[in-house]
């Protein structure tokens, strides 16, 4: 099964807070895990992404932790600012095929 | 350097009626891929385009659906006959390198079939 499950569908988070977005996969086979961001009007953007040689990647206030043995990777946004409202996507692909397996999103407000 | 832009950015059309999404992609870009967003569900690729070649139309729903990219530049999606399900948001992204590690994306065009 290709599924990537994502939640929460919706978070609100005070300002200054912690932001934690989970996902789980069913395919071992995934070796490419990233994070998009997406604002209103606009297209998804990388914004992270971690491969399953690490537990742990953290650029600025994001930060992916991944456990390869319970199939979970999670998005930690630390000290959360209202710019950082908007939806998130977790995804998955393999080396072989490159077909991007997207969760549902988490619509995200931070509340000032 | 222009990003990847998709045209138009909103369509309503009736169920019956066709339409064609249009995705410039980023210049010198070989790789093109074209995802779609039903309200409120993850976003499933289409296809992927190599140059003008398709490398991969597994995620096409189904023969109403055409992908296009002539001379390896800009692509087109021809929905004939549109239906109600087809509504949604379709995505475009491009990417310098094979794999989708450093894909670009469009705005994004929002299908209304009515």
């Known amino acids: 099964q290709q599924q990537v499950k994502q939640s929460p569908q919706s978070l609100i988070v005070q300002k200054g807070g912690i932001s934690i977005i989970n996902c789980a996969y069913e395919?071992?086979?995934?070796?490419?895990f990233p994070w998009y961001q997406q604002f209103p009007g606009k297209g998804p953007a990388l914004l992270i992404a971690?491969?399953?040689d690490v537990s742990e990647k953290k650029e600025g206030r994001f930060t992916i932790s991944f456990n390869k043995s319970a199939k979970q990777f999670s998005l930690h946004i630390m000290d959360s600012q209202p710019g950082d409202s908007a939806t998130y996507f977790c995804?998955?692909?393999?080396?072989?095929?490159?077909?991007?397996?997207w969760g549902a999103g988490t619509k995200l407000i931070i509340k000032p | 350097e222009a990003g990847v832009t998709q045209f138009p950015s909103h369509s309503v059309i009736e169920k019956g009626q066709t339409v064609t999404l249009r995705c410039d992609p980023i210049?010198?870009?070989?790789?093109l891929y074209w995802y779609r967003r039903v309200m409120g569900k993850e976003i499933k690729f289409l296809l992927h385009?190599?140059?003008?070649?398709?490398?991969?139309e597994s995620g096409m729903p189904n023969n109403r659906f055409l992908a296009e990219r002539t001379g390896g530049t800009y692509s087109t999606l021809k929905v004939q006959p549109a239906e109600l399900e087809d509504s949604g948001v379709y995505f475009c992204?491009?990417?310098?390198?094979?794999?989708?590690?450093?894909?670009?994306f469009g705005q994004g065009t929002r299908l209304t079939v009515v």
């Open positions: 992204a491009s990417s310098q390198v094979r794999d989708n590690t450093e894909a670009f």
């Open positions: 210049s010198g870009h070989d790789n």
């Open positions: 385009f190599v140059k003008e070649s398709k490398q991969d």
């Open positions: 395919n071992t086979a995934f070796d490419y």
């Open positions: 971690i491969r399953p």
């Open positions: 995804a998955a692909s393999t080396e072989s095929n490159y077909q991007l397996i």
